[in-house]
C-alpha cells in the first residue's frame, strides 16, 4: 500500500481567491489522479497527472480553473481559482501503485474546501 | 466510455441483517471492479477488487461480490452486518488496458441500526 498526505485537511475560502492543494505520496509513483466529491455525490475525476508531462483534463474541467503541478514522482499539486461557492467539494489526490495493467488506487484523505 | 450505476441509494438495515448492494457498468471490454467504502470523516478505502479469475471474490471485513458478466455486474454482499459497516460504499471500475483512472457509481449509503 502507499501512504498519502493532503495539505490542507480542510479550508474556508472567499470567493474569487485560491487554493492551492498539496498532495505527498510516500513512494514513486508515476501516475497521479485528482478527484472532486461535491456534497451528497460521488466521485468525479478532474484530471490525470504524470510526471513529465501535461495534466490530462476530463470534460467540463480546464486547466485555467485548476492547475496542476507534477514537479517529481512524490508530489501533486492542485489549484483551485477564482474560487465561487459551486466549488466546495472534497478534493482528493489518488495514486495507482506500480505500473501493472491490474494495479489498484490509493486515496488521500481529502481537502474539504467550502467556498463562501 | 465506461459508467456505474448503484441503484440503491440509501440502505437501512438492522444488524444482523443480510447485505446486498447493487452495481451494474456499461463497458463493452474487459473491466477491472472495485468496491470502496467511506466511514464517516475518514477517507477511501478499498474494500475489495476484482481483475480475473474466480468471480467471487472475498475483501475485507466478511464482505465479498460476485462478477457476473452477462448481466454486467458486481454486486456487494455480507451476510449478517454490523453497526460499524455504517458507511458511504461506492462501486468502481477502470479498464484494461486503456483508461487508468477509476469511473465511480453514485454510492450508496448503509445505515446499520443496532
Known amino acids: 500500500s502507499a501512504v498519502i498526505s493532503q495539505k490542507p485537511s480542510r479550508d474556508i475560502c472567499q470567493r474569487g481567491t485560491s487554493l492551492t492543494i498539496q498532495c505527498q505520496v510516500d513512494?514513486?509513483?508515476?501516475?497521479m489522479f485528482w478527484y472532486r466529491q461535491q456534497p451528497g455525490q460521488s466521485l468525479t475525476l478532474i484530471a490525470t497527472a504524470n510526471q513529465g508531462s501535461e495534466a490530462t483534463y476530463e470534460s467540463g474541467f480546464v486547466i485555467d480553473k485548476f492547475p496542476i503541478s507534477r514537479p517529481n514522482l512524490t508530489f501533486s499539486t492542485l489549484t483551485v481559482s477564482n474560487m465561487s461557492p459551486e466549488d466546495s467539494s472534497i478534493y482528493l489526490c489518488?495514486?495507482?501503485?506500480?505500473?501493472?495493467?491490474?494495479?489498484?488506487?490509493?486515496f488521500g484523505p481529502g481537502t474539504r474546501l467550502t467556498v463562501l | 466510455a465506461q459508467s456505474v450505476s448503484q441503484h440503491n441509494h440509501h440502505v437501512i438495515l438492522s444488524e444482523a441483517a443480510s447485505l446486498e448492494l447493487g452495481c451494474n457498468y456499461s463497458y463493452g471490454g474487459t473491466v477491472n471492479l472495485f468496491w470502496y467504502v467511506q466511514y464517516p470523516g475518514q477517507h477511501l478505502q478499498l474494500l475489495l477488487k476484482y481483475f480475473s479469475g474466480d468471480p467471487l471474490v472475498k475483501g475485507i471485513k466478511g464482505f465479498e461480490a460476485e462478477f457476473i458478466k452477462s448481466k454486467f455486474s458486481f454486486n456487494l454482499r455480507k451476510p449478517s452486518v454490523q453497526w460499524s459497516d455504517t458507511a458511504e460504499y461506492f462501486c468502481a471500475v477502470n479498464t484494461s488496458p486503456g483508461r487508468r483512472a477509476l469511473t465511480f457509481g453514485s454510492g450508496t449509503r448503509l445505515q446499520v441500526q443496532p
Open positions: 513512494s514513486q509513483v508515476t501516475m
Open positions: 489518488s495514486l495507482l501503485a506500480g505500473d501493472r495493467s491490474y494495479n489498484e488506487q490509493f
